[in-house]
């Protein structure tokens, strides 16, 4: 008896399921771009080093292109293209394009991503590596730049436009608290 190497799989893409068969190899990146025509995630490093390829799964940031296609089966993948709702761009693309938190564009894409992952993070009181005291009556820590500079740490730019997008996500965070 022969294994079979692909399966049909139903990834909830941006609130849509989609089925597709793949090769039991193929990443989520890969399955994204190839696949289905989403070309907003980013191949960078193709070794989770860079962050470029970063999407939402069941809501929480992962590195498409480390992630299996068979492994997200069911799972809901938010991808840059299923960040804005009803053609109303989210305040944190707002506050990137307000305060220039992009250069050529390449990284932005994974980098959104993982801001409203680190809002969601922050908002849920979890500490990061930068965070004084992690004992949870502390409370949330404040979002301040040192806060957001290490929980977008997995995220590169090469243009380095890293002090927009510290304001960014700073931004976005007043944005979306109020």
């Known amino acids: 008896m022969t294994a079979s190497t692909s399966s049909v799989i139903t990834l909830h893409v941006n ?90 564009g390449y990284c932005t894409p994974g980098q959104i991503c993982s801001a409203l992952a680190v809002l969601d993070e922050h908002a849920a009181g979890w500490p990061s590596a930068a965070t004084a005291d992690v004992r949870p009556e502390a409370g949330p820590p404040a979002l301040t730049d040192d806060e957001i500079r290490e929980r977008m740490s997995g995220n590169l730019c090469r243009c380095s436009a890293y002090p927009a997008i510290v304001r960014a996500v700073a931004q976005a965070a007043k944005a979306v608290s109020a």
Not at 68 to 73: H, R, S, T
């Open 15 to 104: 609130g849509e399921p989609r089925t597709l068969t793949v090769d039991h190899r193929t990443t989520l990146l890969d399955a994204l771009r190839e696949h289905l025509g989403l070309t907003g995630t980013k191949k960078g490093c193709d070794h989770g080093q860079c962050g470029a390829c970063t999407v939402l799964l069941d809501g929480r940031r992962a590195v498409a292109c480390l992630q299996l296609a068979v492994a997200a089966e069911g799972r809901a993948v938010t991808t840059i293209e299923g960040v804005a709702e009803d053609g109303r761009l989210h305040p944190v693309q707002e506050a990137f394009l307000e305060l220039d938190g992009y250069q050529c």
